[in-house]
T-cell receptor
């Protein structure tokens, strides 16, 4: 189906493990974004990307790594998960100077 | 400091009543302005946006918002709320000239609708 998808939708992991959250969009949007949503904080930008192989840090990038080898995919990796990274993660995409469209989110719990 | 403020964390209204959700921003120049809605367990859906022109913006689901430059506000309104409007609402801004259309979000307003 067309749109933006995230996988997995739910993930439980342990402190210190590496976790990768996937994001895939079918619109060929050049811009992609990763946010985390925490109670009382709204959404905060982790990383963003202007195109394949172009990424940059957002407000809260520490502990996260991204890559973008293909336009349609923008995986987010937690290299060594910590409890403070328990959150709901949203991926978004857009055309330049246009509306961002959000995926359904991934709820991550780090024990 | 640059910020997006939604002063009301939680609002409760009766079905059929009118609704106004407040949003104030603090940026040097008028940013692009957005309202998103998030239903439980779902992603964010765009309700409406303001880029320029008419300061009263119509959106989906019967929502509208009014941009007031003098008050640095972009309040969301609906004349008659339906039970299905219960959700969390986020105001967001994109500073003009910002890199890659970065959005900055308010902390959200949770809307409860009484039958």
């Amino acid at each position: 189906d067309a749109g933006i998808t995230q996988s997995p939708r739910y993930k439980i992991t342990e402190t210190g493990r590496q976790v990768t959250l996937m994001c895939h969009q079918t619109w060929s949007h050049s811009y992609m974004f990763w946010y985390r949503q925490d109670l009382g904080h709204g959404l905060r930008l982790i990383y963003y990307s202007a195109a394949a192989d172009i990424t940059d840090k957002g407000e809260v990038p520490d502990g996260y790594v991204v890559s973008r080898s293909k336009t349609e995919n923008f995986p987010l990796t937690l290299e060594s998960a910590t409890r403070s990274q328990t959150s709901v993660y949203f991926c978004a995409s857009s055309r330049p100077a246009d509306t961002q469209y959000f995926g359904p989110g991934t709820r991550l719990t780090v024990l | 400091a640059q910020s997006v403020t939604q002063p009301d964390i939680h609002i409760t209204v009766s079905e059929g009543a009118s609704l106004e959700l407040r949003c104030n921003y603090s940026y040097g120049a008028t940013p692009y302005l957005f309202w998103y809605v998030q239903s439980p367990g779902q992603g964010l859906q765009l309700l409406l946006k303001y880029f320029s022109g008419d300061t009263l913006v119509q959106g989906i689901k019967g929502f509208e918002a009014e941009f007031k430059r003098s008050q640095s506000s972009f309040n969301l309104r609906k004349p008659s709320v339906h039970w299905s409007d219960a959700a969390e609402y986020f105001c967001a801004v994109e500073p003009r000239g910002s890199t890659l259309g970065r959005l900055y979000f308010g902390r959200g307003t949770q809307l409860t609708v009484w039958p």
